[in-house]
């Protein structure tokens, strides 16, 4: 965020900023020297004052980056040592991590928020729909599981020394993992489940896309699916980005477009106060539908996999479960007031993405549009992330992995590197096109990856980790939480399966 002062012509200045620069270059530069090597992309959470990189690319990106096996180990190139400056060691305050690296509760809140706020609010209002008054009650109550699930999953980061002082000796949800299901296969499970969510948030992009242009263009005569297949088009050079320098000018833009969706829509909402639906919000439940709800809920929550990367780059850690607290209290209360009023404005015939209830066709063309740029401009940070967990799982070289690696020692990729990232961008747009049913295929999502990851798995390490000395209502009530999980998971997978078989 600095570097681009520098071509200002503001002499008086020049001087300073050179010399600010040239240090934090000579910062950057490996022992090694740097031939051969391209400078390190510099990974940090967002800080208020700048507006290069946004909150949500820097949050998942530092959550991914923590995991333990995403981290680029030899500049760009993939499979030399870990420097001691890019190891967790000396990427936490305790351990000599420089002030301005840090963050403060409320920039670590903006983080959590955004990750919890994205733009899958749109069909809250459908999950209303299918569950009544109990989808509004869900909405609320899994707040509150995924803001416990959340502390305990911290909490499990520390252990208690002979002082009876708390130490944080793990740095990711895969130390953790590996604790919990053991070193040989805990970082893999729970890669595996970070990769199979991220792919699929990156379908999800691209059915909403597909979705929104048939809508945007109704007499066009051309189908959502062909849409996709456009929408695609259009995402392939993703398979040639090598980090997120190249998309993280435009993710403000991001942020914009969300805002003022949420706007127009509450906005609109409120003018339609006199004849709303008051009548058709209900307590029951359709068992074939609600389901599907819970699905879209929960992974509407879903921010565990980068709370441990979040907290470790806290200013005051002592103040992250409070925090945490007035985040998911925030997200909470907009969800609710979202959905309730989105489903009260249009009643049954609420669609399962609610811009297409507004009224006028060039009102709705205009905000779908909008909607449509936001997805495509959200689609790499969930795609490079999912690459990295992919490579550094499959091709980081022999011994460390079946496959040699696929990044030159240049740090450029390998031909047969740019064809397997172009391959899976394939692979996600024909996987679109296949499911091309955005809220099913959400609460599948939700259901699947997103009750282990923020239910279950959290649960259950805490157990392990710290069962001796946790009270019996504590045990009681995470495994309550497990239980709710894998209900929760077993019914929404199966009844999001079935409403896809249906839908065909």
Known sequence: ???????RFNLPDLA????????????????????????????????????????????????????????????????????????????????????????????????????IQGMFIVSLPYAVENGGYWAIVAMIGIAYICCHTGKILVDCLYEENELGEKVRVRDSYVAIAQVGFGEKYGGQIVNGAQVIELLMTCILYVVLCGDLLRDCFPGSGVDSRSWMMLSGMVLIPCGFLKNLHHVSTL???????????????????LTCAGSWY??????KINILTFPISLGIIVFSYTSQIFLPTLEGNMTDRSKFEPMLNWSHIAAAVFKSLFGYMGFLTWGRDTDEIITNNLPTAGFKAFVNFILVIKALLSYPLPFFAAMELFEKSLFVGVPQTQFPSCWALDGELKVWGLAVRTAMVVVTIIMAITIPHFAILMGFIGSFTGTMLSFVWPCYFHIKIKGQVMTLYEKAYDYFIIFLGFLFGLIGIYYSGRAMIKAY
């Open 278 to 283: 008051w009548s058709e919000v209900e307590f």
């Open 1 to 7: 965020s600095r570097m681009p002062k520098m071509v």
């Open 16 to 115: 300073p900023q050179l010399g600010a620069a040239m240090q934090r270059v000579r910062g950057m530069i490996p022992s090694g020297g740097t031939n051969g090597q391209e400078r390190k992309e510099k990974i940090e959470f967002s800080h208020f004052n700048t507006t290069n990189y946004s909150t949500e690319m820097q949050t998942f990106q530092n959550g991914i980056n923590e995991t333990g096996s995403v981290i680029p180990t030899d500049g760009e190139g993939r499979g030399g040592d870990k420097s001691p400056s890019q190891s967790f060691v000396e990427g936490v305050s305790e351990y000599n991590r420089a002030d301005r690296d840090q963050i403060s509760e409320w920039q670590a809140g903006w983080n959590v928020t955004n990750a």
């Open 251 to 269: 993710s403000f833009w991001c942020t914009v477009a969300h805002l003022f969706v949420n706007v127009v829509i509450l906005g609109y909402c």
